[in-house]
């Protein structure tokens, strides 16, 4: 059995590993009896050799099928209809090759990350990629937060998702479907919130990877940044001075207690890493890293990055899935939110809105951000041991349902394979 998991390129964005490892990881558990083998659409073996070592499963490759060199590649137009005709070959290829092919969520099928009007032939050639994926037989789209889309961005999703099968992450995402995209999803949650692979096993000696970072359970506070600073605000200056105001404020109110730096998505060719902003604050402020913080920067294991967050005290977050990890661990985490996932993953599917502050606002990072964060804090201060309940029955709810979404899918493939 052959299965194609697309959008899984890159595993040092934390994020998009954890929701890929998971499903390899419960999908061969149901599978198991067919030998699975699964492909993805990643150029470098090294993310290969990761997933391996996070699932412990060894049947697992880099696709060949789109794996090509375009011979007019240094000639734009010309590439452009080369590529074309190349992919109408290769999807009749990839049908008849794999038994299945699963497009793995998050957000990709929105228009957060397109200049409007100027990207509108590229998010048509997406939509239609997805059409032509539908009709080389089972597929799957699982874990999405889709839209929204606007103008005549609209009618093309319409046209394009009418007949393919998705599951929604979280429960806003499937109402706008319905609403706004005449479109019937079903309702998951994201890949993330169930446990790793390796995760039973890094909990029993987690003492030991917080000893590796000279850490102590509830001893720390995480904040997480971003490379994606432009999605929050146009002037770069304005999040960094709010990040040394937060911070500041952080270790005023907790004098006891160290800071870490997390990065979360380390890519090597430095688009969106995490580490950006922290050479940005840190070439700034040149006492921005100091003997009470630890930063943690280099390239780790989506597990190791979970017990880094879920055994500290509280998480302050601009990555969505750093968050998830923490709230998977229950314990809480402050969302700094640039797009809709937040609020539909954290705040309806948790039930967590209080901890999600919406901060795609220029004003906002010009100071009145660092009050909004206080707040919060302030509340999870005055209820702590309740809001950790709160979570604990949330995430269990949340692991369910998307149990019963691998359940679901794993069987049809099953049958189809039979």
């Known amino acids: 059995m052959k299965i194609f998991i697309k959008h899984l390129p890159n595993t040092l964005n934390y994020g998009s590993m954890m929701m890929g490892e998971n499903l390899i ?10 030998k699975p083998e699964f492909y993805t659409d990643t150029e470098y073996d090294f993310n290969i050799e990761r997933l391996k070592e996070a699932t412990k499963y060894d049947k697992i ?5 789109f794996s090509y060199k375009l011979i007019t590649d240094k000639i734009k137009f010309v590439r452009y209809i080369e590529r074309k005709l190349r992919l109408k070959n290769l999807y009749k290829k990839v049908g008849n ?19 409007l009007p100027k990207d509108n032939l590229a998010i048509k050639n997406i939509l239609s990629q997805l059409t032509d994926f539908n009709k080389r037989g089972q597929f799957y789209m699982i874990g999405q937060t889709i839209g929204p889309y606007t103008g005549i961005r ?4 319409k046209e394009c998702f009418k007949d393919i099968k998705i599951y929604s992450r979280d429960d806003e995402s499937a109402k706008y479907m319905k609403n706004e995209i005449d479109k019937e999803v079903f309702k998951s949650r994201d890949l ?5 692979g390796l995760q039973e096993e890094y909990t029993k000696n987690y003492k030991k990877i917080l000893k590796k970072y000279d850490l102590k359970e509830n001893e720390y506070i995480t904040f997480v940044g971003t490379g994606l600073i432009k999605l929050y605000s146009k002037n770069e200056e304005d999040v960094m001075n709010s990040f040394i105001k937060m911070i500041k404020m952080v270790q005023k109110k907790y004098p006891n207690k160290k800071l870490v730096w997390l990065s979360h998505v380390v890519t090597r060719n430095r688009v969106a890493n995490d580490n950006i902003l922290l050479d940005k604050i840190n070439n700034k402020y040149k006492n921005f890293i100091n003997k009470n913080m630890v930063v943690i920067r280099d390239e780790i294991l989506p597990v190791e990055a979970r017990m880094v967050l879920g055994y500290g005290y509280f998480t302050i977050t601009c990555r969505m899935h750093a968050a998830v990890s923490t709230f998977q661990m229950k314990k809480p985490a402050i969302c700094l939110s640039y797009s809709p996932k937040y609020k539909g993953v954290i705040g309806h599917g948790l039930d967590m809105n209080e901890l999600v502050i919406e901060s795609k606002s220029e004003k906002l990072w010009q100071g009145s951000i660092v009050d909004q964060v206080k707040e919060k804090i302030d509340y999870i201060e005055k209820d702590y041991k309740n809001i950790i309940k709160k979570i604990d029955t949330k995430v269990e709810e949340c692991k369910k349902i998307v149990d019963d979404t691998i359940n679901e899918i794993s069987e049809e493939i099953s049958e189809t394979y039979k």
């Open 97 to 115: 090759y794999y038994d299945a092919i699963i497009m793995l969520g998050g957000d990709d099928f929105s228009e957060i990350y397109y200049n």
């Open 192 to 196: 993330a919130f169930l446990d790793l």
């Open 61 to 65: 490759y880099k696709d060949q099928i």
């Open 154 to 157: 609209r009618e093309w999703a």
């Open 25 to 34: 990881h419960y999908l061969e558990k149901k599978l198991r009896k067919y």
